[in-house]
């Protein structure tokens, strides 16, 4: 168990040295036609002597095509923080060993308690132009020992859903020179065991990569990882659906009904010798998050469901396989 | 039913969040608003006009207007909630406007500014929350 502990590096970061920061932890869970989204942020502002400056506690649901969302804005004077531990009035993030535990009240409340099952892999400062930085906690396959959510329509039990998990963290606010793309993939069958996450940071233009990155995991490990010039990634189409779900919901009066910038699919081609992987991702129902950058724009987060094939070819041994997972990208609406 | 809760009190709640949280940008709100006051009818139950007071945006009981905005409450709730977007209030007769295009547009360009004010404050996620519980 000791390789799959999620605490092994510090837990939870807390407020940066100096100047401006965010941190969060990401859960994603698939249980058969139910995609489940679980954010927790926090934010810190540069001069600011509070223990948070801003919490946020977001859930979304998808299933048959269609969204529920709940974005819970928590009095972050009340929050609580430790190494292990965050509380933010009545909802709480919890990591012990190989295992978290989240419960959330209020709407589309919900409580899980996950198990790793991959070793977690780390990307220690990554570049978000001008010196700002994103540490990266990754933990593309995680399964949910018990857990249930109550979706407007009844409960759903997720014992045994599959997940994925990741933990930020970094010196910098929303609004600056970045934008990313990431995403993970999980098997369409139940029996495989195999995982990909990749991430692909560049400028807010979207004109120049500043890292990428896939990582392959199957049989419990980390298989193969491909950096830089490794790696192609390529945007393919153009989403021409709107999103499913816009939150905070209030947003939407001022954001184009439409995706901005969001591809159709995505396309990941990796080589390097003796490994190949190729990843074919096609976009089906989105949701978007607003988040406010700076005094007048604003972030946009964007979830998009995705299907894939993949095809893997390690060293002769070959797998072809199709699966399901989420694909992130941040865009920047006004200033 | 319960009968709902009216708009103009929340609203006033809202602009006073505003006005203390993000003075300088609450001012320039004032100031877009100044040659283009809003009369609002809400159903046949509210009626007040949006007017650029000293410090910022101000409710008022009655005035002269430039732009004149007919809704139902709940149409104000189908659009914070998602459900609806303007330009479908606007083609399903949900959202009757009337003005000249120049100020149209300019009472889009305010509340654009109220809705991105409003999602940097905390305070006034709550008070959308209270509107729609």
């Known amino acids: ?335 | 039913m319960a009968p709902e809760a009216p708009l103009r009190p929340l609203l006033a709640r809202s602009f006073a969040i505003l006005a203390a949280e993000r003075p300088a940008a609450w001012a320039r709100l004032g100031d877009r608003l100044r040659a283009c006051p809003i009369a609002i009818a809400l159903g046949e139950a509210e009626r007040f006009v949006l007017v650029a007071g000293p410090s910022g945006p101000l409710l008022a009981d009655e005035g002269p207007a430039r732009v004149w905005v007919g809704l139902e409450s709940s149409t104000v709730r189908d659009l914070l909630q998602g459900a609806l977007r303007l330009d479908e209030a606007v083609a399903a007769d949900r959202l009757r406007l009337r003005g000249q295009v120049e100020d149209l547009l300019t009472a889009l360009d305010c509340l654009d500014g109220y809705v991105h004010l409003s999602l940097r404050s905390a305070q006034s996620a709550g008070l959308c929350g209270e509107l729609l519980r």
């Open chain 1, 1 to 335: 168990m000791s390789g799959r502990r999620l605490d092994r590096l510090g837990g939870l970061r807390g407020r940066p040295a100096a100047g401006a920061g965010q941190e969060w932890l990401h859960l994603s869970l698939r249980q058969g036609g139910l995609d489940l989204i679980v954010n927790l942020s926090l934010a810190w502002q540069a001069g600011s002597a509070q223990a948070v400056d801003e919490a946020r506690v977001m859930v979304i649901a998808g299933e048959g095509g269609r969204f529920v969302g709940a974005l819970h804005q928590p009095s972050a004077a009340r929050a609580r923080l430790g190494p292990s531990a965050i509380t933010l009035e009545g909802h709480r993030l919890q990591i012990v060993g190989d295992t978290l535990t989240v419960e959330i009240s209020g709407a589309l409340p919900l409580s899980l308690t996950l198990q790793a099952t991959l070793p977690p892999d780390l990307s220690h400062r990554l570049p978000l132009g001008g010196g700002a930085t994103l540490d990266w906690l990754v933990l593309p396959r995680m399964r949910c020992v018990e857990g249930w959510v109550d979706l407007p329509d009844g409960r759903r039990i997720l014992d045994g859903a599959i997940a994925y998990h990741d933990h930020n963290w970094g010196a910098f606010s929303f609004g600056q020179d970045f934008s990313w793309e990431w995403g993970f993939v999980l098997p369409e069958e139940a029996d495989q065991d195999w995982a990909i996450v990749f991430s692909r940071l560049g400028d807010r233009a979207q004109h120049r990569t500043r890292s990428q990155g896939l990582l392959f995991y199957q049989g419990g490990r980390l298989r193969a990882a491909f950096t830089g010039g490794e790696l192609q990634i390529e945007a393919t189409g153009a989403l021409r659906r709107a999103p499913g779900l816009t939150l905070p919901p209030a947003a939407g009066l001022v954001l184009p009904p439409q995706g901005l910038g969001v591809p159709g699919g995505w396309t990941v081609r990796a080589r390097a010798p003796g490994r190949s992987l190729s990843l074919s991702l096609v976009a089906g129902s989105t949701a978007r998050i607003a988040t406010p950058a700076g005094d007048e724009g604003l972030t946009l987060v964007y979830e998009v469901l995705t299907t894939a094939h993949i095809e893997v070819n390690l060293h002769g041994a070959e797998l072809r396989a199709m699966g399901r997972g989420v694909t992130e990208a941040v865009r920047h609406h006004g200033a």
